[in-house]
Structures are given as structure tokens and as C-alpha cells.
């Protein structure tokens, strides 16, 4: 954009009477030019499911007028569905960050001023619970006020179709084309008075935790075991200052979870999430309390949830009384491999049960379905892709969905939800490790080396570089142009099977010069598949300037696993090196 336009852009933001005095102080106190040009050179994107930014004032900030501009062309898109569209309305959660519930409201208020009935959580609530909310109410959308697991300075909006999954890709752009329509920034807002005197706000929670509760409890396979047994249990969990407190504690606590202890620093909701550096469960650093108070309790299992629950990282404590950490790819796996194994023992596994993981994910996944007979589907990265098939087995009756995960840990059993679920996958976990525990006198990472025993020994890892602002997305665009250009016969002494470029739907199989088409929506990443199993991919973030390359690593034992990972990561990294930068 010219420099001409940022400067008008802020010229607008800075003396227009409709934002208000706050956001004008703000940006008339900024001296750095750079920082002035990185706030007003684009409009913050609205990507596939929704969008998430760094807090503050300017165009490519997250703040109530970009809210109510995205509203907005969300509320034009409801109302192209027709009047029922907007007499069922959407249902908006909001999580414990800075501003959340603020942005929450100012939603409702633009859909309100447009017609749309809304109806708002009257407390925070994780997101798993806003995707079951949207097909309990039969709304026709969903909006959820989150940034999920990044660092406090950030916040996001996430919308959510009438099937409860994620806005699908043409959704999407419709919403997108509906907010480039707009002429300037100036949205209407109902007075929150009239709105709720009107009945276009709605306050509603408890009928909706109840259900949800419910759900998550059918899901679970030995209820009697838990009565009886789950005392045995102890378990130690923190919500990292999100919203998982609550309903983490009350499903452990209501199915019999009485051993439970909940990390009392981080218990209560914290928009600065003051004692972590970042609340993500899949940051060993995230555990450090957590640990500490599982070492003092000799906790047999140690759980985190991120700040809107859709998240769970995973510690348990091996025979010599060490813990050992789980990445989402082995939590993914030992829950996949539970679920199925019990299933078949309790002869309730279906000729077409159905696990749907990502591209992203370990191919152990795929190995431990086919040793069980199950079908086995790859999607792109992101939940909603999972919530698409599961939504098409539904409609089109060719499998029936029983599990699903991506390597970012998260985790969905059940067609409750079309969104990953950490408070489903707390209560499942805690099952199967007290049915392990109690049934066949074993630990968690037992359970897990008994896995690679039976299906192969798998190391995955993954490497996210950030790359800010204007002249990281021009670097981005660099290093996928260059990978797509590189002709490479193995990657770390790893031969290549297959490459996979999914912006263009090929397989390219070069042993045998054959392409094939990739029957999955067209999406910037590119894959290399190793003869044997595991792979490396590059796929840069559609949420936050970062670039991410995944890592599968396939071998005959757990001891060379390392060794064959750094050559990989290695040879990869060095090939990008020089555009990546220093």
C-alpha cells in the first residue's frame, strides 16, 4: 500500500470523531514510523475460519471498530440466508483475554443493529462448548472472541457455521467479499438497552453447560470403572488462567475424579497470564508449576489446558517415578489407539469406524487405524476440516466417525462438537490411564512404548519461524516459492516418495514421473512424503506471521530416531537458510 494511503488511513483514525478518545491518544503517542506503517499498511485478514492480531489501534490491530467492521460483513452474510437466518440468530463465547468480553458485546451489538438475534454467554466458555452451543441453539453461526493459545498481547474471532464446525471456505469468502463492500469505518451498534428490550440480546449459560456435560460424559467408556476407581487416580491440572477451570473441574470431579488437584496460581482467569510466558500446552515451560506440585503429590498424570480449552498437553509418570512429556502427535495416538482397542475388545468397533487426522499429524496414526482395520483420513491442517467429514459421513453415509486430532493437540471423540475438545480429552485421558492403571497394572508412557512395539518407532517435531509484518510475508512467499522450484531426491538421507503440493491438488510421484490429483480444497502447503513412512512439510501460518515445517520420522528402533531427525531437519533448514535470515 502507498505511503500515501497509511498516512490517510491514520490521518482518519486519529482526528474522526467516531473513534473515540482512547484509540486516537494511543496512536498520536506513537513515534516510530515503522510501527505507524505496520498498523495501517493492510486491513487485519479475515482468513478461512476467522482472524487473530496483536491488541490495538489501527486497521492491522485487533479492536472494537475492526470487530464491528467484521461483524458487520458476517451480519451481511447471515442476512443474504433470509429472515429465518436472522430470527435463529448466533451464539458468541468469549475467553478470559484482555478485551474479550468487551469484543463479545460489541458483536452482539452489531448483529443486533442489523436484525440478527444474538445470543451471549454470560460468562467465558471454551470453544468446543461455542461450536456444541451453535448446533444445540440451531443457530445459524457462531462466534467465539479468542486467540486460543498465543501470548497475551494477542486476541482473535472465530465463526463458526449452523453444523457447529468452523465456516467453511466458500463461507468464508462470502463474509470476506461483504466486509471489502464497505464504504469507510463507520458501523452501527444498538445500544445495549434496546437491543436486550428488543430481544435481540440474550443472555444464556447453565441450559447449555448442562447439555454440553452430558455429551462429554457419554463419550466415556467405563463409567463404573471411574465411580469405583477414580479416586485411585491423582491427577494434577491447570487451566493456564483460561477458561478450562471450571468445566475441566467438573467433569473430572462429577465422574469421580476426587483426587484432583487444580495448580492454585493459575486457577482463576488471567488476561496477562502472569506466571507463564505463553499459555500454550504444547510449551514444556507452560508446566513448570504444574510439576512442581505433581513431584510434591506424586501425581500419576499432570494435564493443561490453553486459555479457551480447545487445547490439552499431557505429562505422566513413567515406573522410576519421572515424568515424561507427550507431545499432541503421541496424545492424538494413545487416545486413537484406546478408543479403537477397547471398542474392538467390547466388539462395539464398526466395520467403517473412521479416524480423520491432518496431513500434519504423525503418520503413526495411520499405521495404528490399518493395524485395527479402520479406515483412515487425511485433511488439511485446521479442526474444521476434521468437522467436515464428519459432517459428510453424517450426510453421506460412508463411514462413522469415531476419532480425530491434529499434531497441535487437540482432540475430538464423539459428534457432539465439530471442534477439538481438551475438556472431552481431560476426561478421556484421565479414563485411560485409570484403566490401564487399574486393569493392566500400567503406565501411560508404557502404554505408549507398547504403541511403537506394535506399529513402528515414530519421532515427529516441529519448527515455526517468525517472520513479521510487510517484509516477513513477502520472505514467506519466498521460501514456499523456492521449495516448490527445489528438486530434491531425499531430504536427510530420507528418499522421498511422494511430493504433495496442495495449492495446486498434485501428487507427484518421481520414481515413477506420475502425477496424481489431491482430492482436498486448494491450500498453500507442500509435502514430502519419505518411502517407509514420515515426511517434512512447510506450511506457512494462515493466523500469525510465522512460517511452520513439520517433521515425521520413521524408524526400526527408538535409539536412531534422534540421529535420523537432525539430519532431516538439517538438510531442510539449511537448503532455506539464506531466506530465512539470521
Same mark, same amino acid.
Given at each position: 500500500?502507498?505511503?500515501? $494511503?497509511? !498516512?490517510?488511513?491514520?490521518?482518519?483514525?486519529?482526528?474522526?470523531? #467516531?473513534?473515540?478518545?482512547?484509540?486516537?491518544?494511543?496512536?498520536?503517542?506513537?513515534?516510530?514510523?515503522?510501527?505507524?506503517?505496520?498498523?495501517?499498511?493492510?486491513?487485519?485478514?479475515?482468513?478461512?475460519?476467522?482472524?487473530?492480531?496483536?491488541?490495538?489501534?489501527?486497521?492491522?490491530?485487533? !479492536?472494537?471498530?475492526?470487530?464491528?467492521?467484521?461483524?458487520?460483513?458476517?451480519?451481511?452474510?447471515?442476512?443474504?440466508?433470509?429472515?429465518?437466518?436472522?430470527?435463529?440468530?448466533?451464539?458468541?463465547?468469549?475467553?478470559?483475554?484482555?478485551?474479550?468480553?468487551?469484543?463479545?458485546?460489541?458483536?452482539?451489538?452489531?448483529?443486533?443493529?442489523?436484525?440478527?438475534?444474538? #445470543?451471549?454467554?454470560?460468562?467465558?466458555?471454551?470453544?468446543?462448548?461455542?461450536?456444541?452451543?451453535?448446533?444445540?441453539?440451531?443457530?445459524?453461526?457462531?462466534?467465539?472472541?479468542?486467540?486460543?493459545?498465543?501470548?497475551?498481547?494477542?486476541?482473535?474471532? %472465530?465463526? #463458526?457455521?449452523?453444523?457447529?464446525?468452523?465456516?467453511?471456505?466458500?463461507?468464508?469468502?462470502?463474509?470476506?467479499?461483504?466486509?471489502?463492500?464497505?464504504?469507510?469505518?463507520?458501523?452501527?451498534?444498538?445500544?445495549?438497552?434496546?437491543?436486550?428490550?428488543?430481544?435481540?440480546?440474550?443472555?444464556?449459560?447453565?441450559?447449555?453447560?448442562?447439555?454440553?456435560?452430558?455429551?462429554?460424559?457419554?463419550?466415556?467408556?467405563?463409567?463404573?470403572?471411574?465411580?469405583?476407581?477414580?479416586? !485411585?487416580?491423582?491427577?494434577?491440572?491447570?487451566?493456564?488462567?483460561?477458561?478450562?477451570?471450571?468445566?475441566?473441574?467438573?467433569?473430572?470431579?462429577?465422574?469421580?475424579?476426587?483426587?484432583?488437584?487444580?495448580?492454585?496460581?493459575?486457577?482463576?482467569?488471567?488476561? !496477562?497470564?502472569?506466571?507463564?510466558? $505463553?499459555?500454550?500446552?504444547?510449551?514444556?515451560?507452560?508446566?513448570?508449576?504444574?510439576?512442581?506440585?505433581?513431584?510434591? %503429590?506424586?501425581?500419576?498424570?499432570?494435564?493443561?489446558?490453553?486459555?479457551?480449552?480447545?487445547?490439552?498437553?499431557?505429562?505422566?509418570?513413567?515406573?522410576?517415578?519421572?515424568?515424561?512429556?507427550?507431545?499432541?502427535?503421541?496424545?492424538?495416538?494413545?487416545?486413537?489407539?484406546?478408543?479403537?482397542?477397547?471398542?474392538?475388545?467390547?466388539?462395539?468397533?464398526?466395520?467403517?469406524?473412521?479416524?480423520?487426522?491432518?496431513?500434519?499429524?504423525?503418520?503413526?496414526?495411520?499405521?495404528?487405524?490399518?493395524?485395527?482395520?479402520? %479406515?483412515?483420513?487425511?485433511v488439511l491442517v485446521g479442526f474444521k476440516y476434521i468437522g467436515e467429514q464428519i459432517k459428510e459421513m453424517e450426510e453421506k453415509g460412508w463411514g462413522t466417525y469415531l476419532f480425530g486430532f491434529e499434531e497441535s493437540y487437540g482432540y475430538l471423540a464423539g459428534i457432539y462438537a465439530r471442534d477439538k475438545d481438551a475438556v472431552l480429552a481431560s476426561a478421556l485421558l484421565s479414563e485411560a490411564a485409570l484403566y490401564y492403571r487399574e486393569k493392566e497394572n500400567k503406565t501411560l508412557p508404557a502404554v505408549m512404548e507398547e504403541i511403537f512395539g506394535l506399529y513402528g518407532f515414530y519421532k515427529d517435531d516441529q519448527i515455526a519461524v517468525s517472520l513479521q509484518g510487510k517484509e516477513g510475508k513477502e520472505q514467506i512467499a519466498r521460501i514456499m516459492d523456492h521449495l516448490r522450484k527445489a528438486n530434491f531426491d531425499n531430504i536427510g538421507e530420507q528418499h522421498i516418495r511422494s511430493i504433495e503440493d496442495y495449492?495446486? $491438488?498434485?501428487?507427484?510421484?518421481?520414481?515413477?514421473?506420475?502425477?496424481?490429483?489431491?482430492?482436498?480444497?486448494?491450500?498453500?502447503?507442500?509435502?514430502?512424503?519419505?518411502?517407509?513412512?514420515?515426511?517434512?512439510?512447510?506450511?506457512?501460518?494462515?493466523?500469525?506471521?510465522?512460517?511452520?515445517?513439520?517433521?515425521?520420522?520413521?524408524?526400526?528402533?527408538?535409539?536412531?530416531?534422534?540421529?535420523?531427525?537432525? %539430519?532431516?531437519?538439517?538438510?531442510?533448514?539449511?537448503?532455506?537458510?539464506?531466506?530465512?535470515?539470521?
Amino acid at each position: 500500500m502507498p505511503q500515501v $494511503s497509511i !498516512n490517510e488511513r491514520f490521518k482518519l483514525w486519529t482526528e474522526s470523531q #467516531y473513534f473515540d478518545r482512547e484509540t486516537r491518544e494511543e496512536l498520536l503517542g506513537l513515534k516510530d514510523q515503522k510501527e505507524i506503517e505496520d498498523r495501517f499498511y493492510t486491513d487485519l485478514e479475515f482468513g478461512t475460519g476467522g482472524m487473530r492480531g496483536i491488541l490495538g489501534a489501527g486497521t492491522n490491530r485487533m !479492536n472494537k471498530y475492526v470487530i464491528r467492521k467484521v461483524t458487520q460483513g458476517l451480519a451481511d452474510t447471515v442476512k443474504g440466508q433470509g429472515g429465518d437466518a436472522c430470527e435463529r440468530g448466533v451464539v458468541i463465547a468469549f475467553d478470559s483475554r484482555l478485551y474479550s468480553a468487551e469484543f463479545a458485546l460489541e458483536t452482539a451489538l452489531v448483529l443486533a443493529a442489523n436484525g440478527i438475534k444474538a #445470543y451471549l454467554f454470560d460468562y467465558l466458555r471454551p470453544t468446543p462448548e461455542l461450536s456444541f452451543a451453535v448446533r444445540f441453539l440451531h443457530t445459524v453461526a457462531g462466534v467465539n472472541i479468542t486467540a486460543s493459545h498465543n501470548p497475551k498481547e494477542y486476541n482473535g474471532y %472465530k465463526v #463458526y457455521w449452523e453444523d457447529g464446525g468452523q465456516i467453511p471456505p466458500h463461507k468464508a469468502k462470502v463474509i470476506v467479499e461483504n466486509i471489502s463492500r464497505q464504504k469507510g469505518w463507520e458501523i452501527a451498534v444498538l445500544a445495549q438497552e434496546e437491543a436486550e428490550r428488543l430481544g435481540l440480546v440474550l443472555r444464556v449459560g447453565e441450559e447449555i453447560d448442562h447439555a454440553y456435560y452430558t455429551e462429554i460424559k457419554m463419550q466415556l467408556l467405563f463409567p463404573e470403572l471411574i465411580r469405583e476407581k477414580g479416586k !485411585n487416580l491423582k491427577i494434577v491440572y491447570t487451566p493456564l488462567h483460561g477458561t478450562g477451570g471450571r468445566p475441566v473441574q467438573k467433569i473430572l470431579e462429577d465422574t469421580g475424579f476426587s483426587s484432583l488437584f487444580i495448580v492454585p496460581e493459575q486457577e482463576k482467569p488471567d488476561c !496477562n497470564f502472569t506466571t507463564v510466558k $505463553s499459555p500454550n500446552p504444547e510449551d514444556s515451560c507452560a508446566f513448570q508449576l504444574a510439576l512442581r506440585y505433581a513431584e510434591q %503429590k506424586q501425581a500419576d498424570i499432570v494435564l493443561a489446558t490453553d486459555p479457551d480449552a480447545d487445547r490439552l498437553g499431557l505429562y505422566a509418570r513413567q515406573e522410576n517415578g519421572k515424568y515424561r512429556r507427550f507431545t499432541g502427535n503421541e496424545i492424538g495416538v494413545l487416545l486413537e489407539y484406546y478408543l479403537l482397542s477397547q471398542k474392538k475388545q467390547m466388539g462395539e468397533l464398526k466395520a467403517d469406524a473412521t479416524v480423520v487426522k491432518t496431513v500434519a499429524s504423525t503418520d503413526l496414526g495411520d499405521a495404528v487405524a490399518e493395524g485395527f482395520g479402520a %479406515k483412515i483420513v487425511n485433511v488439511l491442517v485446521g479442526f474444521k476440516y476434521i468437522g467436515e467429514q464428519i459432517k459428510e459421513m453424517e450426510e453421506k453415509g460412508w463411514g462413522t466417525y469415531l476419532f480425530g486430532f491434529e499434531e497441535s493437540y487437540g482432540y475430538l471423540a464423539g459428534i457432539y462438537a465439530r471442534d477439538k475438545d481438551a475438556v472431552l480429552a481431560s476426561a478421556l485421558l484421565s479414563e485411560a490411564a485409570l484403566y490401564y492403571r487399574e486393569k493392566e497394572n500400567k503406565t501411560l508412557p508404557a502404554v505408549m512404548e507398547e504403541i511403537f512395539g506394535l506399529y513402528g518407532f515414530y519421532k515427529d517435531d516441529q519448527i515455526a519461524v517468525s517472520l513479521q509484518g510487510k517484509e516477513g510475508k513477502e520472505q514467506i512467499a519466498r521460501i514456499m516459492d523456492h521449495l516448490r522450484k527445489a528438486n530434491f531426491d531425499n531430504i536427510g538421507e530420507q528418499h522421498i516418495r511422494s511430493i504433495e503440493d496442495y495449492l495446486i $491438488s498434485r501428487r507427484y510421484v518421481p520414481e515413477e514421473n506420475r502425477e496424481e490429483p489431491i482430492d482436498l480444497p486448494k491450500e498453500n502447503v507442500l509435502r514430502f512424503s519419505f518411502s517407509g513412512g514420515g515426511f517434512v512439510m512447510a506450511r506457512p501460518s494462515g493466523t500469525e506471521p510465522k512460517i511452520r515445517f513439520y517433521f515425521c520420522i520413521r524408524g526400526d528402533s527408538s535409539a536412531d530416531l534422534d540421529n535420523r531427525m537432525e %539430519k532431516v531437519q538439517k538438510d531442510f533448514i539449511g537448503s532455506i537458510q539464506e531466506l530465512i535470515g539470521s
